[in-house]
């Protein structure tokens, strides 16, 4: 039997840089679930996209850290166990993934994959009417390697978000998009410009040097 030593090597070294990862342990601290929420935050803070009152869409949420951060904002002055806002809550908060997701008080949460109708018209349906302030997406393919279909593959679930703004979010909201450097980008780049007022990559220093993984923001729809 052959073992692909190459692969335990990989294995070994992300092993380590993960336990040694500073916002792995920062997460593990302050109670979130993924160190992913310090990406959000670092967005966050740096557009001031997230108030109390709002109404916010959370795209490919599980494991849950940026609802968690989300929840967070919305009832900064209330914490649980575990660093988990508790208690009455300023706002809206519905997360989507094809996932499971452990409740998250006050976050209504939708299991199924949003490239499906049906699920998109729950979606719809418990928006019940109103706009989003905010749509946030960390949504990303299984991804096979091949960088056409891995591109491909991206841009669909993008091109969806962009879409679900275009008929749920207000005018002077934004999206908040999970997308890679490499093929395909500088398309979805123009996507953005073509749909947004505003147009921010931010690549947050939570994200990891290596990871092709940016984020793209719009900011304001434009009447396209």
């Avoid at 806002?85 to 209504?108: K, M, S």
Wanted: aromatic fraction near 8%; charged fraction near 25%.
């Amino acid at each position: 039997m052959k073992i692909n030593t190459k692969s335990k090597k990989v294995n070994k070294a992300w092993l380590a840089d993960h336990i040694n990862d500073p916002y792995v342990k920062m997460a593990q601290r302050e109670g979130y679930r993924a160190r992913a929420a310090y990406k959000l935050k670092e967005i966050d803070e740096a557009l001031q996209l997230v108030r109390p009152g709002q109404v916010v869409v959370d795209l490919g949420a599980a494991p849950g850290a940026w609802s968690q951060y989300l929840r967070r904002r919305f009832a900064p002055k209330t914490a649980g166990a575990g660093g988990a806002a508790v208690g009455e809550l300023q706002g809206t908060i519905i997360a989507l993934d094809i996932l499971p997701f452990e409740p998250i008080e006050g976050v209504y949460f939708i299991q199924g994959d949003f490239r499906e109708d049906a699920v998109l018209a729950q979606l719809a349906e418990t928006l019940a009417g109103r706009q989003a302030d905010l749509v946030v997406s960390d949504m990303a393919p299984n991804l096979s390697g091949i960088e056409s279909a891995d591109a491909a593959r991206i841009a669909h679930l993008v091109e969806l978000a962009v879409e679900f703004c275009g008929a749920h979010l207000k005018p002077s909201g934004a999206l908040v998009c999970k997308v890679f450097h490499g093929s395909g980008y500088s398309q979805l780049v123009e996507l953005f410009k073509k749909h947004f007022r505003v147009v921010k990559p931010i690549k947050p220093k939570a994200s990891r040097d290596r990871s092709s993984e940016t984020f793209l923001v719009g900011l304001g729809l434009k009447n396209v």
